[in-house]
């Protein structure tokens, strides 16, 4: 007989939890408001937590999977509220090769055929309390039928359409808007014969009711441009279409960009001008979102603060009595709770943070929101979903391979097996929470002084990544089965002790060397100087100016917020690093020390690359760099270094061969790492199916994060 974990929610899973039951009750009554229930129409959610549409590229030809059915149902029995399917499209999109690589991960809506996947949704979802509503969506490309070639179209055919697509090939006629209009209402009378419980028009991003909507993108002089009632003309024509096909008794919700960052566009007072007009059509709720998929202003990555957008729904509150919720970059419970009790919005709209964690919402409920595992902002799923790939998360490894490699609690051990884990970082953390579900003894073995690896340092940099080392100390101390051993340092012999059935291995990757003239000076600051001074070490070979850092730092109990100070201190006494630095490492960890310690610093960025920014993906890279030339940050691409003086880094550039010497108080090296296989190939000898994971299994060339570490420890501790 199998051994079956005890399922999240029963008291036995707890057993190490530090909360006492008053605290507990502040937690629950914190977000209190966030449990009420909101009526959508005639529809009744059972809370405030809503997850937002995103096209996660889990469907077969357009047709729903057992992967994506598999994907809701997980945020149903997580205890979401409302969940909105992503793009369901609207126009026939057969045979053909979109330029909108998103459409092709689109769930078809505009035939009978679909119906019955739809259905699957919501005959999963419904059982655990959860309300369907179906985004129909409609990008830039369109065609009447089948029998049409797949074209870009827009209101107007002056303005560039969206990502990919260029130049619209053609622009609506009014024949052709009234088709539109058909395949809109045909779509709806689908989603409701499949149950899904309510319809929401994307009417938002840039995407084409949005473009009609805007005053940037459409610049007809018919009925459908001109004034607020003509640019939304199109969308309310679809609004009573729906109304035609499926009831006036079918609640409808808009989601508007209430501002889309356009030059020459709808500004915040135009979506107030807008509302009324749309709602007297029939409207039960709005979500408000911002932007254009290619405004100049980012709106959804790290480098945006939490909760920017959220006054644009309090202002559109201002102008409906229905509900209204912002879902733009919200990720945490704090800003859900300031929204609904702040008066922004009735609910609160969330989607990267629901593919983080799908028991989110159940987790608040049950009143352990210390146990939610936070959305890092990292944009790794986005990255995917853009260019047409499969939903990734760099938290949560099942959404990548999702039904198929299935979740831990629903594959327990056939017999228990004593599990050692070498690496307290995300990856072995991960490795031993998969096997501890599973019914494993699990050990935890590390030289530091606490768990998180490298997050320590990433944490320091980079505070977004501060809730997720929080959540893995907790869920190191969670599971009974799991035992940690710091300040540990491991070899053959030391394995050997502990006597495991399955050894895996997560030992960080290795330190790519850089071998030139001065590099071990007093004026080198070197990664691996301050992964050793934020896991509370002095580095190998520094002084007392080093000693004294990590004293204080000790002294103030390893906080987050104390070492942040320091790393950041340009000048005085303590100061580690100086006030002029030259960071060599161009790519995604060299980019994020310059950006993390630029205020008050000039900063040089040198990489013998000709672009910059490797390892950031496509939704990150561009806005990093162009924050990084607006912070006054000098990148120099197709540099390298080539000795260190006592006045700073002497530098040649790759293609002329042109050398320079760059004055500086500070060469701070942060070049990434590289495979790291020394202890493994040791570790194989004698247990021949142990596993390596992590930054240590880096390929020459590439950049492994957050993501393959988790992604590495998941998949290992499933296979055992």
């Known amino acids: 007989m199998g051994i079956r974990p005890t399922q999240y929610g029963e008291t036995a899973r707890y057993p190490c939890i530090l909360w006492g039951s008053n605290e507990r009750s502040f937690a629950v009554a914190k977000y209190q408001k966030l ?16 997850m937002l549409p ?49 459409t092709t991960g689109a769930c078809g809506c505009w035939d009978d055929e679909f119906i019955p996947g739809y259905k699957r949704i919501a005959d999963v979802c419904h059982p655990h309390g959860a309300k369907i509503a179906a985004q129909l969506q409609l990008c830039y490309e369109w065609r009447a039928s089948g029998d049409d070639p797949l074209l870009s179209y827009a209101p107007s055919a002056d303005v560039p359409s969206g990502p990919f697509v260029g130049m619209p090939e053609r622009e609506y006629t009014k024949e052709e808007i009234a088709e539109v209009v058909k395949q809109y209402g045909q779509a709806a009378r689908r989603c409701k014969e499949a149950g899904i419980d309510i319809i929401e028009i994307h009417a938002g991003i840039g995407y084409m009711v949005m473009r009609f909507l805007s005053k940037y ?44 960052l356009m030059p020459d566009g709808n500004r915040i007072e135009d979506t107030l001008e807008l509302i009324p007009i749309i709602e007297a059509h029939g409207v039960d709720a709005w979500s408000i979102q911002a932007g254009f998929h290619e405004a100049p202003r ?82 790794r799923c986005l990255d995917n979903i853009f260019i047409g790939k499969p939903c990734q998360c760099s938290v949560n490894a099942n959404v990548w391979q999702g039904v198929e490699a299935g979740l831990p609690e629903d594959k327990p051990a056939t017999e228990e097996q004593h599990v050692a884990v070498i690496g307290a970082g995300p990856g072995g953390l991960e490795a031993a929470r998969v096997a501890a579900l599973r019914g494993h003894k699990v050990t935890v073995v590390d030289h530091s002084d606490r768990v998180g690896g490298l997050l320590n340092m990433a ?16 869920e190191a101390k969670l599971h009974p089965n799991i035992n940690v051993v710091l300040k540990q340092d491991v070899d053959v012999n030391y394995l050997k002790s502990l006597n495991p059935d399955q050894v ?31 896991n509370g070490k002095v580095p190998e070979g520094k002084g007392m100016l080093w000693k004294a850092a990590v004293a204080a730092i000790k002294a103030q109990g390893g906080t987050v917020g104390f070492m942040r100070m320091g790393l950041n201190m340009a000048s005085g006494p303590t100061a580690i690093v100086g006030k002029r630095v030259v960071v060599v490492g161009g790519g995604f960890a060299g980019l994020e020390v310059a950006e993390a310690m630029c205020d008050g610093r000039e900063i040089t960025v040198i990489d013998p690359a000709k672009k910059l920014g490797n390892g950031i993906g496509i939704i990150d890279k561009n806005p990093t760099i162009n924050l990084l030339k607006k912070k006054g940050v000098k990148l120099m691409p197709l540099t ?16 002329t061969g042109e050398e320079q010497l760059l004055e500086c108080d500070t060469v701070l090296t942060s070049v990434g790492v590289e495979a790291n296989t020394k202890l493994y190939d040791e570790v194989v000898k004698v247990w021949p199916h142990a596993k390596l994971i992590g930054d240590a299994t880096t390929p020459a060339g590439k950049v492994y994060r957050t993501l393959e570490a988790v992604k590495g420890g998941y998949e290992a501790s499933m296979a055992i």
């Open 217 to 260: 993108s459409n610049h007809r002089t018919d009925e459908y441009g001109g004034s607020p009632e003509n640019r939304a003309r199109l969308l309310t024509e679809i609004i009573d279409e729906i109304h035609r096909t499926c009831g006036d008794d079918m609640p409808i919700l808009i989601r508007i960009s209430a501002d889309d």
């Open 35 to 50: 449990l009420e229930p909101l009526k959508i129409g005639k529809v009744e959610l059972k809370n405030r937590f809503i």
């Open 459 to 474: 944490q320091v940099l980079n505070a977004n990544i501060e809730p997720l080392v929080t959540y893995w100390q907790g």
């Open 504 to 534: 895996i291995l997560s030992p960080g990757g290795g330190i790519i060397p850089i071998d030139v003239p001065g590099i071990d000076g007093k004026n080198v600051v070197k990664s691996e100087d301050i992964k050793a001074m934020c």
């Open 54 to 102: 995103m096209t996660i590229e889990k469907v077969d030809n357009y047709h729903v999977t057992d992967d994506l059915v598999d994907f809701y149902e997980q945020r149903a029995k997580g205890g979401v509220g409302l969940i909105e399917i992503g793009s369901c499209y609207v126009c026939d999109c057969f045979g053909t090769e979109p330029k909108y690589h998103t």
């Open 640 to 655: 390298e270094l080539i000795e260190v003086t006592k006045k700073g880094a002497k530098v040649k550039n790759v293609e």
């Open 298 to 379: 980012p709106v959804a990555n790290q480098i945006v603060p939490e909760g920017e957008f959220i006054g644009l729904a309090k202002q559109c509150k201002t102008v409906t009595n229905k509900p209204v919720w912002p879902g733009t970059r919200i990720n945490s419970l704090d800003m859900c709770d300031k929204v609904v009790n702040e008066g922004y919005g009735d609910a609160v709209g969330m989607a990267r943070q629901f593919i983080a964690d799908p028991a989110t919402a159940r987790k608040v409920a049950e009143g352990h929101p210390e146990l939610v595992r936070p959305c890092i902002v990292c944009s």
